[in-house]
Antibody, heavy 125, light 110 residues
Framework: EVQLVQSGAELKKPGESLRISCKASGYSFTNYWIGWVRQMPGKGLEWMGIINPGDSDTRYSPSFQGQVTISADKSITTAYLQWSSLRASDTAMYYC??????????????????WGQGTLVTVSS | QSVLTQPPSASGTPGQRVAISCSGSTSNIGSNYVYWYQQLPGTAPKLLMLRNNQRPSGVPDRFSGSKSDTSASLAITGLRSEDEADYYCAAWDDSLSGVVFGGGTQLTVL
């Protein structure tokens, strides 16, 4: 059974660093892109980026490029989302998602398919 | 402001048919498949529809999807109370080189 189990809720202060995790099991970790989606309180879904655990190829949404770091450790089938300096505006639920590759007539891309349970990050002084 | 446009809310009574629209552009819906996600209250999203109109295993056939040019639609027939949730459309955007979502539609079963 495919499972994505995320780390627990975090309460941090502005300026602090943070890394949250997503432990994958039940499938070949290096065969699927894995990524992160943000959901701010009462708002919709925002795609942040993905990583290929096999070769660490990482792609970011322009909105999140330079704001966060996505990484993965294939030896322990775990993906990470990291901030070096949190802001109050980073307060949100963060979901990891296994992505499935699909192809239209002109290119191939990755789409969220299976989701973790979410990690609530609260940044407040 | 989301790249894909959905109505913020929709409603229906049990047994009714309801449709949720999703509007995009040539760089996303017009070029690529549309996907739909269901987010029940307090839970993570779940993939409901892929490749415009294909249901993953376990999704009831009460749910159907369609796409025309730069718009898509999710239809739910035989509405049930357990369908009350937020529904999101999504597509790959060639210009942004990433996945874009609609703002979500909150479905209420009256």
């Amino acid at each position: 059974e495919v499972q994505l189990v995320q780390s627990g809720a975090e309460l941090k202060k502005p300026g602090e660093s943070l890394r949250i995790s997503c432990k994958a099991s039940g499938y070949s970790f290096t065969n699927y892109w894995i990524g992160w989606v943000r959901q701010m309180p009462g708002k919709g879904l925002e795609w942040m980026g993905i990583i290929n655990p096999g070769d660490s190829d990482t792609r970011y949404s322009p909105s999140f490029q330079g704001q966060v770091t996505i990484s993965a450790d294939k030896s322990i089938t775990t993906a990470y989302l990291q901030w070096s300096s949190l802001r109050a505006s980073d307060t949100a639920m963060y979901y990891c998602a296994r992505h499935t590759e699909d192809c239209s007539s002109n290119l191939c891309y990755a789409i969220p398919e299976r989701w973790g349970q979410g990690t609530l990050v609260t940044v407040s002084s | 402001q989301s790249v894909l446009t959905q109505p913020p809310s929709a409603s229906g009574t049990p047994g009714q048919r309801v449709a949720i629209s999703c509007s995009g552009s040539t760089s996303n819906i017009g070029s690529n498949y549309v996907y739909w996600y269901q987010q029940l209250p307090g839970t993570a999203p779940k993939l409901l529809m892929l490749r415009n109109n294909q249901r993953p295993s376990g999704v009831p056939d009460r749910f159907s999807g369609s796409k025309s040019d730069t718009s898509a639609s999710l239809a739910i027939t035989g509405l049930r109370s357990e369908d009350e949730a937020d529904y999101y459309c999504a597509a790959w955007d060639d210009s942004l080189s990433g996945v874009v979502f609609g703002g979500g539609t909150q479905l209420t079963v009256l």
